[in-house]
């Protein structure tokens, strides 16, 4: 017998259960679809490292690892969790393992998965995923990380504190690309400082298996060998059974489907998949629809000290003009009285406009202190009345304050 949903969620990472637990709350019926047991990876992330900052072994991290997403992934109340693989016959019609169900809009927020390398040696284990990492109890004595983006960061952190050999291999000429240098070659002595060996530049030429582990030659002539080998480098959407796939700007793809999250083709981040979620759920339950707005959705890596990054930088400008203006976390009270590691702060402004247009800072939990640069960035808030903002004393905040005040003198 076919079961019916008002609302039918493919896929249970972080996007899938925040639409799925937001509809329920609203009164819908909604089944949510998933293969396995809901995924927490970026909370496993940020609770590891937070092991690691206060210097627990590895076994007490994975331990609270382990307690802590158990209850971020326990069952959610009102939703019907329908276990399986589910398969889109047409709109309104999921096969679960040969069971179907009916819904009026489906929902899509199945996730994204690493581009293997096309190397030969690479196919046959011990390949990890972030995912599969992030759920394992096992610390690899020397493990090599493709890719330097936010996950492959925090990932080399996270195992290098806890005393593994790690080797980051990152093509670009700098991690994370696409950030303000300052952050990137901050982050680099970070990881450095670890024991991370960082090699921007370079990427895999040869993969080879040994009797003892893979054994990988890069560009710059280096060899490496290595217990695993972690892919945090180039994503795809993992996109269901559908003709096309391609979102709009209310996060729908057609009549009674809708997606949220890296399927959509954006960035593999949780903030961004959050903030989808929140959209489809607002536009499954309301009136008129609301647009997407991605000029202030945050780009956060916690690792210490962390980089945090929001709207425009000039690597993202595309060459429009941007006003700077920045000043060193250390020259700011907190930091003498808290001792704390260097870090900075850029912000960036439109000259057109008065407003700012984006910011970047690198500081200890930057993630935490900087969330009113994107409420300024999102509202649009001129700089003259940013820059009479007072903030906490002695706090993080207080360094916004030079930077703001140099560019509102510009207008």
Partial sequence: MTQRFDILVLGGGPAGRQVAAGLAAAGRSVGLVHTGSPSATALSAKALLHSARRGETWESAVTRRTALTARATAPLDGVDLLAGSGRVLEP??????????????????TGGEPVVPDLDGLTDPPLWTGAEAMRSPDLPRRLVILGGGPDGCELAAIYASFGSHVVLVEPAGRLPAGEAPFAAELLADTLRRLGVEVRTGTEIKLAERTGTGPRLKLSDGTVVETDRILLCGPRKPRTPQLPEF????HCQVAPGIWAAGEVTGSAPTAELARYQAGLVTANLTGGTLRSADYQAVPRALCTTPSVYAVGLTPARAGGAELLSAGVELATTTRAAVADDPPGRIELYADPARGVLAGAVAAGLHAEEWMGEIALAVRAEIPLRVLSDVVHAFPTYGEAMETPLRKLAAQF
């Fill in 92 to 109: 309104g019609r999921v096969e679960v393992d040969g069971q179907e169900h009916a819904c009026t809009d489906l929902v899509v927020c």
């Fill in 246 to 249: 391609a979102v709009d700007e």
